[in-house]
């Protein structure tokens, strides 16, 4: 894939405390945070590992937050095994 003029690079996320490449986005908290982030194209993000809270630019690739993913509805589990593991 090349970077073209029209398309801003886009980069891993990478914690800058332990080194790990799994990020989530992090809710927005304050005014700041809401109105201003985003004049310098930031945005809030979290270390999946350490969980550091950071602002990266908003084209590094972060997960979404955990608690937006869809859930487990209870009673169906996922496929496993047959084996009886105690």
């Given at each position: 894939?090349?970077?073209?003029?029209?398309?801003?690079?886009?980069?891993?996320?990478?914690?800058?405390?332990?080194?790990?490449?799994?990020?989530?986005?992090?809710?927005?908290?304050?005014l700041t945070e809401r109105f201003i982030l985003p004049l310098f194209?930031?945005?809030?993000?979290?270390?999946?590992?350490?969980?550091?809270?950071?602002?990266?630019?908003?084209?590094?690739?972060?997960?979404?937050?955990?608690?937006?993913?869809?859930?487990?509805?209870?009673?169906?589990?996922?496929?496993?095994?047959?084996?009886?593991?105690a």
């Open positions: 894939m090349s970077d073209s003029p029209d398309q801003p690079s886009i980069t891993p996320y990478r914690c800058r405390d332990c080194g790990s490449e799994v990020g989530f986005r992090s809710r927005r908290r304050t194209l930031l945005k809030p993000v979290r270390c999946g590992e350490c969980f550091r809270r950071d602002y990266r630019l908003i084209f590094t690739v972060v997960r979404d937050r955990l608690s937006d993913m869809p859930r487990m509805v209870p009673g169906k589990q996922a496929p496993t095994s047959n084996r009886n593991v």
